[in-house]
Structures are given as structure tokens and as C-alpha cells.
């Protein structure tokens, strides 16, 4: 799907090969090609050309994998937590290098929040090159988690449905989005949240693209929705307020019209994405 949310696509080789052969990546480490990332308040360095910047490894904890055959290590740094505070970075990375910062961003707030085990309280260890942790006192394993989030547009004839939160810039609107719970499917997820916050029934929910958010790791899933109607009750205490929007809105605003009648989410955002692709449907 033209165009690819950002975050998305194959990064570098993640070498999984490897992670469980620490005496390989130990050498790796040594080699004379080895590079550690970078850190900058809270996130990957990124310089002037837009590519991550990275530096001679000195016993980095966390092997990323292979870029052209070099491997490539973060220390564990940090991170950021919250998306507004680096947009304006974010909009300076190259889209070749933002799998491997999403990556970098994820699995490092991961360590931070997750160093005891959480079967029985004992400070667990890094292994498989920083892609798990072993508790040493019961041996259980402990994997980097990932959060899924869906996020749709939902249509009604020929408008689409935005809303805004509280946090948000001002007149900035966006996809309505939520957590997927236990033992609820993708479908499932996207008619129980609209019906909550816009109190809209839905039909016909379509997948369309997924990304990885970073913030502090979840997996965006993109979708369209239909609504049976157009009567809007909205939750409060979710969202400040909420419209429809139509297509001339949209491209207005996408196109950086001098006089928009919405601030579109960022490029970053994969709700720009699902947008971009309404337009283009």
C-alpha cells in the first residue's frame, strides 16, 4: 500500500541466527566494523543527512543485527516516552532508518521497565543479545512485549470521522484508536472502541496497514470502518471533541492550505497514512 506508514519495512538483518550464540556476538562486538548507536535526550542520534549516527562499540548490552554484514549494537539508554516531545526530531529521520530507531526505541524502554522477573521479583538477566531476560532463581524467560493498538477511520457517506484528545496540538484531529483487549479480535476492537468513544456502530471493518509505535511499543493497526449512521455521542472523557470531515477538508488540509479546517497528524503518524489512502481510494 503506497505510501508506507514510517516506521515500517525490513531495517536491518536482526540476525536472530545469532542471539543465541553469545560467543558470536561477543566477537561481533569485537570487530573492528562493530558500531553502538548513538543516544541524544532520549532517543537515536540523528545528524544533518537524517541517517542514525552511531560510534565505535565499547560493550554495548543490545545487538540490533547486521547492517551490510557490520553489526550494529545500542547501549541501554533512556528512552523518551513520550511521542510529542521528539516530533520535531522525528520529521528530520530518513525513512530507511526508522525500522531500526523503532527497534532501538522499544527494546531499550523495554529493559528499563521490565528488569525483574515478573514470576517471582528476582533481577532478571539480559541473554539472546538483549532480546530476552532469564531470571536466574526460577528460570523463567521473559520476551520484549508488543502492545496492539487499532486505529481506524471510520466512513459515512463520503465524510470521515476524526476526533481530537486533550494533549493534542491545537486543531489537531486524528483516527480514533484504542488497545486491543484479551481475548477480542481486530474487528472486535474497532466496533467496541468507536461505539465507546463516538458511540457509533460500525460494520464492514477493513484491515489496511499496520506500524510499529515506539511510544513505548505498540503495533498500530490501520483500519476503515463503516458506520450505520451519523449521530455522534461522544465520550468525554476520551476524546475533547469529535467530527465529520469531508473529502475536500481532508485534501485541504493534507495539502497545507493556508487556511485548513483541521491540523492532520503528522507524517510520522500511520493515521496520515490511512488518510492519504482515503483520498487515493
Not at 125 to 132: F, N
Amino acid at each position: 500500500m503506497p505510501p508506507e506508514p514510517f516506521f515500517s519495512g525490513p531495517g536491518l538483518d536482526r540476525a536472530d541466527a545469532l542471539r543465541g550464540a553469545p560467543e558470536k556476538i561477543a566477537q561481533l562486538a569485537a570487530s573492528d566494523r562493530a558500531r553502538e548507536l548513538v543516544w541524544r535526550d532520549g532517543i537515536p542520534g540523528i545528524g544533518a543527512d537524517g541517517r542514525l549516527e552511531w560510534q565505535p562499540a565499547a560493550g554495548a548490552s543490545l545487538f540490533l543485527g547486521l547492517e551490510d554484514g557490520a553489526p550494529r549494537f545500542s547501549s541501554l539508554a533512556d528512552p523518551a516516552s513520550q511521542a510529542f516531545n521528539v516530533m520535531p526530531l522525528l520529521a528530520q529521520l530518513d525513512d530507511a532508518e526508522a525500522p531500526l530507531f523503532a527497534a532501538a526505541m522499544s527494546l531499550t524502554r523495554w529493559h528499563q521497565r521490565h528488569r525483574y522477573c515478573a514470576n517471582c521479583g528476582q533481577l532478571s538477566e539480559i541473554v539472546r543479545g538483549g532480546w530476552s531476560r532469564t531470571c536466574p532463581q526460577c528460570a523463567a524467560e521473559h520476551f520484549p512485549r508488543v502492545d496492539p493498538v487499532v486505529i481506524m477511520l471510520v466512513e459515512h457517506e463520503g465524510t470521515v470521522l476524526l476526533g481530537r484528545q486533550p494533549h493534542y496540538p491545537a486543531e489537531r484531529y486524528s483516527a480514533l484508536a484504542g488497545f486491543v483487549e484479551v481475548g477480542e479480535s481486530i474487528e472486535a476492537a474497532v466496533a467496541r472502541e468507536v461505539a465507546e468513544e463516538a458511540g457509533l456502530e460500525v460494520r464492514d471493518v477493513r484491515y489496511v496497514a499496520s506500524q510499529p509505535w515506539p511510544f513505548p511499543s505498540s503495533l498500530m493497526l490501520g483500519c476503515f470502518a463503516q458506520a450505520l449512521d451519523g449521530d455522534l455521542v461522544i465520550d468525554t472523557t476520551e476524546l475533547e471533541e469529535a467530527r465529520w470531515f469531508t473529502r475536500e477538508e481532508v485534501r485541504g488540509a493534507l495539502a497545507g492550505d493556508a487556511r485548513p479546517s483541521f491540523r492532520p497528524p503528522p507524517p510520522t503518524a500511520i493515521a496520515r497514512t490511512l488518510l492519504e489512502h482515503w483520498l487515493n481510494a
